[in-house]
Structures are given as structure tokens and as C-alpha cells.
């Protein structure tokens, strides 16, 4: 680990304790989940009695999907969006889903594009990426079958050709919203670009160009408020980089340490925490800089040898976890950097966790859910299952509606309470 040095008393009492039940609600009344890993992107969920021993018998339904695809599911109110796709030959349907939270009725399924079928790496999906929505629209990306919205009801709005992708990856960045704008990443093998368009329109406002010979566009933004201006964070094959979202101009970078940047940095503590994607150090970047900032702003970096990333990490309170793709969780002091804790947890994992109550979730492909509570020391709260035995793959990012998760394999979206 290394760290640069570089009103009546009885009325103003009933006022006191209306005003601390209306905060206390409000901090704790879960918010849409309605975009990839919840409504800040970094898998934190305001829910505080999410379950933590579940089984089939928890179940408050489940909805065998028409399609396929590995995208993680988002809600707003009583819907929930997601993606997915089926090969006719050498065209491939992208299709996007409308499911009514309280039954898991398929309420529509629209076909957003029909296109040949890129090349994919083996554990990727035509529908990888999640959808993103404001609550009146539902955005959905497909990489080279397009970017897409639609209202609530399933009628087209608008549609953008975003280019080919190639590489022989296929895609995995979601799109986010910020104000008025849709924005995604679009990294592939040659010409690559990070956009916004109006989401109303589908218009054009910005286009920025990425590294050059980036591997792939995997990697989804966040948007986080630093000294008053806002920085849009993004992961990529050479390290992470901070864009102003208005404009697209870039504001700063700072080198990483091997390659791929699929993981999405989390921010907390003011500080914003990178896994790389292949095995090497984790790290800790203070953001608000200008150009490139490695020498002046990694706040700290640790020797990270667990094998490769593909999860996103997670941070609660001062515990920042990072678990790789072969199941070994690590739990890191958020301030130094300091490897607190390292545990194998069995299984395979490509999701990315999420955090509710203090507690963490990480889904394995196998439909395994590990719940943690992060700290100095590892613990262990329990382990469940879903869709065990069913021939299924999870590798998306569970989501949180009211208290209860929402679990999607490649075929089957399920609620658990």
C-alpha cells in the first residue's frame, strides 16, 4: 500500500418531533431504482428491510422473460424496465420490456432494432446494458443495434445509430441521465466517443473523443458534485477520467494500473475508488483536478492480486469491497487503503453488488446471493439461493423496489421479499 505525500413549549416539541419524522422518512423511503446499480449509480439502496434470509419461499413472484440477455433490471413506481434479445438467424431482435412490479406481467415488449449479430465475447448478451428512465421515458442501449426511448406506454420517441462497435466484445455500458440529457459511453476496438443527446429529442448536444485503441466500451458513468461543479466519472481501459457533463469537455485523468476499466469507480468520503478490471492496484483519486492528475490526486494504491474485476466495487461507511470474478471478497480501509480483510465466498460472480441497510448483496452467476456486513473484519450474515438447479446465469446487478430485491437470470426476473 503506498500513499503520496503529495414555537408553547409543547407545540414547538410536537413541531421538534414532526419535522425529525418527516427527515427520518425521508432518509429512509426507498427511491426509484432507476438506473443501473440505483438512482446515484453506486449500488445504494435508502431500503432498509431488505431481506437478508431468502429462498424460494420468499418469492413474491417470478416472470420467465421472452427474451434473453444479461442487462440488470430498473424500476420507477409500479414499472419495471429491462432488456433483451432473440437471434433469428443471423439477426438479432433488441427488444426492450415494461413488467408490472406488484405481478410480473409482461405489461409490453417492444422490438427496439433488428441487426445482424455483432460478435461477443462468450459471456456477454446482445442485451447487456440497462436501461435508464426519468420516470416519463425509458432509454435503452444496444451498442450497435442503436440507442433508443421510449414513453412509459412503449411508443417509440426517438432513435440514434451510434456505429458499429467493433472488437469482438459487444458492449456493456448503460446510459445515465443529467438534466435534460441522455449520456453513454460508446469505448469500442477503433473510434470511440462519449455523447449526450437531448432526451426528449434524441438530438445531438455534445460528442467527445476517447482515448485512442480503447478494448471496449463496458464501463457506465456517474456524475458527482465536487467544490460545487459537477464531474462525470468514467472507467476505461487506461485509467479514470472526469468530463464536465454539460459541455463534454475534459477535465481530468489519472492512469491506472492493467487495463480493461469495466468496473464503475464508487464515490464517498470525497474520494472516488477504482478497480482496474485485470488484476492491479486498487485505488483511492481525490477528484476536482485539471489534465493529468496521477502524480498529484491518487490519494492512495494497493497491490490488488485477486485475479479480474468484472464486478463494480462497493463502499458502506469507511469499508470499500471489491469482489472478483472468482468470488474472492476484499475489504479495504476506505481512508488508507489498507487491506483489512481478504475471503474466498465460492462461486462465480459478474454483477456487481449493491448495498441496503448497512448490509451488502452480491449475486453469483449460479443465482447465490452472499450477504455481507462490511467492517474490519469479515462477516459472514448469511447465504440464499434463487432459481437453483433451473439451468439459469445471473450475471446482472440486482435492484431494490419498496424493500425487496428484483433478481434477474438470462431468462427469469424475479421479486424476493
Not at 7 to 16: F, G, K, N, P, Q
Not at 25 to 31: G, R, Y
Not at 41 to 58: E, H, L, M, Q
Not at 248 to 273: A, Q, S
Amino acid at each position: 500500500m503506498f500513499r503520496p505525500s503529495c414555537l408553547a413549549a409543547e407545540t414547538v416539541l410536537m413541531v421538534s418531533i414532526t419535522m425529525v419524522t418527516v427527515v427520518h422518512s425521508a432518509a429512509t423511503e426507498p427511491a426509484h431504482w432507476s438506473r443501473f446499480r440505483g438512482p446515484e449509480g453506486t449500488g445504494i439502496s435508502r431500503a432498509v428491510k431488505v431481506p437478508v434470509n431468502f429462498g424460494d419461499g420468499n418469492v413474491v413472484w417470478q416472470s420467465k422473460l421472452p427474451v434473453s440477455g444479461h442487462s440488470s433490471p430498473i424500476q420507477w413506481d409500479d414499472r419495471i424496465f429491462l432488456t433483451g434479445a432473440v437471434a433469428e438467424g443471423d439477426r438479432v431482435e433488441r427488444h426492450v420490456l415494461c413488467l408490472d412490479t406488484k405481478s410480473g406481467k409482461v405489461l409490453w415488449d417492444k422490438t427496439a432494432a433488428v441487426v445482424p449479430g455483432e460478435s461477443l465475447h462468450k459471456m456477454n448478451s446482445w442485451a447487456t446494458p440497462s436501461c435508464v428512465t426519468d420516470g416519463e421515458r425509458v432509454i435503452a442501449f444496444f451498442g450497435a443495434g442503436g440507442l433508443h426511448c421510449f414513453d412509459n406506454d412503449g411508443s417509440k420517441l426517438w432513435s440514434k445509430n451510434l456505429g458499429t462497435f467493433p472488437g469482438g466484445w459487444g458492449v456493456g455500458a448503460s446510459p445515465i441521465i443529467f438534466n435534460e440529457m441522455v449520456i453513454q459511453n460508446c469505448d469500442a476496438e477503433g473510434k470511440s466517443y462519449l455523447i449526450a443527446l437531448d432526451r426528449k429529442t434524441g438530438s445531438e448536444v455534445w460528442r467527445t473523443p476517447r482515448e485512442a485503441k480503447p478494448r471496449g466500451g463496458w464501463s457506465t458513468p456517474i456524475v458527482i458534485d465536487v467544490k460545487e461543479r459537477p464531474e462525470l466519472i468514467l472507467n476505461g481501459e487506461f485509467g479514470v477520467s472526469a468530463y464536465n457533463p454539460n459541455t463534454g469537455e475534459p477535465l481530468w485523468n489519472c492512469n491506472g494500473f492493467n487495463g480493461r476499466g469495466t468496473p464503475v469507480p464508487v464515490w464517498g468520503n470525497g474520494l472516488l475508488y477504482v478497480v482496474n478490471g485485470k488484476s492491479g492496484d486498487v485505488y483511492a483519486v481525490r477528484p476536482g483536478g485539471r489534465g493529468d492528475v496521477t502524480q498529484t490526486h491518487m490519494v492512495w494504491h494497493t497491490e490488488r492480486r485477486g485475479g479480474r474485476d468484472l464486478p463494480s466495487p462497493i463502499l458502506v461507511n469507511d469499508c470499500l469491497v471489491a469482489i472478483s470474478m472468482s468470488g474472492i471478497a476484499t475489504g479495504y480501509d476506505a481512508s488508507t487503503g489498507e487491506e483489512l480483510w481478504k475471503e474466498r465466498l465460492g462461486g462465480n460472480y459478474s454483477g456487481s453488488p449493491i448495498a441496503a441497510g448497512g448490509r451488502i448483496y452480491a449475486l453469483a452467476e449460479d443465482g447465490s446471493v452472499v450477504v455481507l456486513k462490511p467492517g474490519e473484519k469479515f462477516e459472514l450474515v448469511s447465504r440464499n439461493s434463487i432459481g437453483e438447479g433451473q439451468g439459469e446465469i445471473f450475471r446482472s446487478s440486482p435492484g431494490v423496489v419498496s424493500n425487496d430485491l428484483l433478481i434477474r437470470s438470462d431468462s427469469t426476473l424475479y421479486r424476493v421479499k
